[in-house]
């Protein structure tokens, strides 16, 4: 019975042992990721170019076979969704590689080089024996164009689609397109800090690279207050900007109301809103803000002018907060003044360019290839422009990753069409309304907000008092973590809104005001001239500068009542100095403040007894002994003598 069951195991054993891959294969549904793909190819003088493409597939070990086929070039922005999209073109294809096989796979994955040609059929072999190539038919002889690509993978019996594009060069360029990167840094950043240090340290790469990075109050408070990542986002940031042609430029947060700052008389606090990003950057790098300004959320013309207001005359916004945006039309790529902001120049961000290099549901490969022919679709709209025109690409960091912006910026090194540039050449006043672009813009419909008079007061108290208190916090990170508490107060919204927000800035504060207090126990004085103890308690986890105010009607205090200390431990002791003290008892009121007395820090009412005499006193008691002793004295004169035993 035993060796029965024993042959019965070692039966089951092999059949699982048989069956287990299958269904492991079985299990895994077959896709195909394009890794990496040229998007840019030169027709030699013949006729004929290549382009380099890379797949992996899954499961790695399938059967598969591919066909590449190429279509006629885009005459029209919009026919970039579709491919974008998925969807694809509906128009009749050039040329077919046909099916061939990937059968070169290493770890998954299959390079493969496609051969294009306008006249004769020659090809370099690869992929072990296979020779794939396009016939590439042009209109009068001009290649030149952007192509839509697709991608028919046959694996292990699935047939799995990708679309693409390719972009064709034969003429030379006479000028390239300017292109304004700018990597964000959001507070979102900090929800995925792996992927987007990485994309830091990427962008260390590219030195020779010109790019932009923004900077967002809320994002660097994060990164330097973060307990467990400070170092390694001050590390990448450091690394990201080693370059000088590496810029950053602030980014106050969308939200905020500068046209209500102005005109509920809080006009100091506009220029606040960028400082504190400039702040912020220099402690964590060391680095300045350029001078242009990236502005998110709904602008009006009267923020415009609030901005002007502080210094600024340069600004990139959201094409949405335009009438007309500009990757709508032809005529764009030139900075224009915005109609009732006065002399600020603007440039708008291109967003759909935008949002492609932002869709994380495209493989970074693919959505590298995809935003660099985009690119060369864009310089084709008008390839003879007579002035630069700058397209401004907007990547959230936590959105992009080392993969897209590498092969981005590899791809942009070599790229006849496109340059990188930084963003403040763009803003140039003689590039104002230049290739028949518009010299004046409108924005769109902008939200009212409005503010109450308590929104008002309660704010300016709070900005008083957040003042005073930074003054004396020797801890950048509390100063920090108060003024960003300030600034997100001053946004756009309702009154109800807003003091919402006022009131949990107030709350932050009194949280740190709540760890100071004044022991308040009885003290005597021994008489003239002895020092009176005044002890204070900290909680704070650093140090603060303060001020002690002693005041008594009672007492003198011939160094001052008004004593400095810096907190700095748990439990801190002062000995002040008296003098002429009056009457037997009194209360002496302490107050701890900041060291502009404008914050009251913890106050306490202390009761003095005093036991110690005046000279007066002194006097009285001497008297007294002197009484005292000749009162002994005449006693013992008069007391009888006694008489002698004989």
């Not at 106050?252 to 702040?279: H, K, M, R, Y």
């Not at 680095?287 to 602008?299: A, E, I, W």
């Not at 002399?343 to 708008?348: I, Q, R, T, W």
Request: glycine share 6%; net charge positive; charged share 10%.
């Amino acid at each position: 019975m035993t060796t029965w069951w024993r042959a019965l195991s070692v039966v089951l054993l092999s059949l699982a042992t048989v069956t287990w891959p299958s269904a492991a294969q079985a299990g895994t549904t077959p896709q195909f990721t394009l890794v990496h793909q040229n998007a840019l190819t030169t027709l030699s003088s013949p006729g004929t170019s290549h382009f380099t493409t890379t797949l992996r597939l899954s499961p790695s070990t399938a059967t598969a076979s591919a066909n590449v086929t190429i279509y006629p070039s885009l005459v029209a922005r919009s026919q970039l969704t579709p491919i974008v999209n998925g969807a694809g073109t509906s128009a009749k294809p050039l040329s077919s590689t046909g099916q061939f096989d990937l059968r070169c796979l290493r770890n998954g994955q299959a390079t493969f080089s496609v051969t294009l040609y306008t006249h004769g059929p020659t090809s370099t072999s690869t992929c072990l024996g296979v020779r794939p190539r396009l016939h590439l038919t042009c209109a009068s002889g001009l290649c030149d164009g952007v192509y839509p690509l697709r991608f028919v993978v046959k694996l292990n019996g699935t047939w799995l689609t990708k679309w693409s594009l390719l972009a064709v060069q034969t003429t030379s360029i006479a000028k390239p397109l300017d292109v304004g990167f700018i990597e964000t840094l959001t507070p979102s950043a900090l929800t995925h800090p792996k992927r987007s240090l990485d994309v830091l340290n990427t962008i260390g790469h590219f030195a020779a690279s010109p790019l932009t990075l923004s900077a967002n109050y809320e994002a660097l408070a994060a990164m330097e207050l973060s307990p467990t990542q400070s170092t390694s986002w001050r590390t990448a940031l450091v690394k990201a900007l080693a370059s000088p042609l590496h810029r950053v430029v602030a980014a106050p947060p969308g939200a905020i109301d500068f046209a209500g700052l102005v005109a509920n008389g809080l006009t100091t606090q506009v220029p606040q809103q960028l400082t504190l990003s400039e702040n912020l950057l220099t402690s964590l790098t060391g680095r300045y803000v350029d001078g242009p300004v990236l502005l998110s959320g709904t602008q009006s013309p009267a923020s415009l002018l609030a901005l002007a207001g502080a210094g600024v005359s340069d600004v990139v916004l959201p094409e949405g907060d335009l009438t007309v945006p500009p990757s709508n039309t032809l005529t764009w790529g030139a900075p224009f003044h915005v109609e009732g902001a006065g002399n600020v120049s603007a440039l708008s961000v291109d967003g759909p360019l935008s949002a492609l290099v932002s869709d994380t549901s495209i493989e970074p490969g693919r959505r590298a290839a995809l935003t660099l022919a985009t690119l060369a679709f864009l310089h084709f709209e008008a390839p003879y422009a007579r002035s630069s025109r700058t397209v401004v690409i907007e990547a959230p960091v936590v959105s992009t990753s080392k993969t897209f912006v590498s092969d981005l910026l590899t791809g942009l090194r070599h790229d006849p069409f496109s340059r990188l540039t930084t963003l403040t050449p763009s803003f140039n006043s003689s590039l104002i309304g230049t290739d028949n672009s518009p010299s004046v813009r409108t924005l769109a419909a902008s939200t009212v907000s409005t503010w109450s008079a308590h929104n008002v007061s309660s704010l300016l108290t709070l900005i008083g008092a957040v003042n005073s208190y930074s003054q004396g916090v020797k801890s950048g990170h509390v100063a920090t973590a108060l003024r960003v508490a300030v600034a997100r107060t001053e946004i756009l919204a309702t009154a109800n809104q807003r003091q919402s927000a006022i009131n949990a800035a107030n709350d932050l504060l009194n949280a740190q005001l709540a760890q100071f207090s004044i022991d308040a126990s009885a003290v005597t004085l021994a008489g003239q001239g002895t020092s009176l103890p005044v002890t204070v308690n900290s909680r704070a986890p650093y140090r603060v500068a303060a001020v002690i105010h002693l005041v008594t009607d009672g007492l003198s205090f011939p160094k001052g009542g008004a004593i400095p200390l810096t907190l700095s431990s748990p439990t801190q002791s002062v000995r002040v100095p008296t003098a002429d003290p009056r009457g037997s008892s009194l209360t002496l009121q302490i107050v701890l403040t900041t060291p502009n007395d404008q914050v009251v820090l913890a106050r306490s009412a202390v009761q003095v007894r005093i036991t110690g005499t005046s000279v007066v006193g002194y006097l009285l008691t001497f008297a007294s002994l002197f009484v005292l002793g000749l009162w002994w004295w005449r006693t013992n004169r008069r007391r009888p003598k006694g008489r002698h035993v004989k």
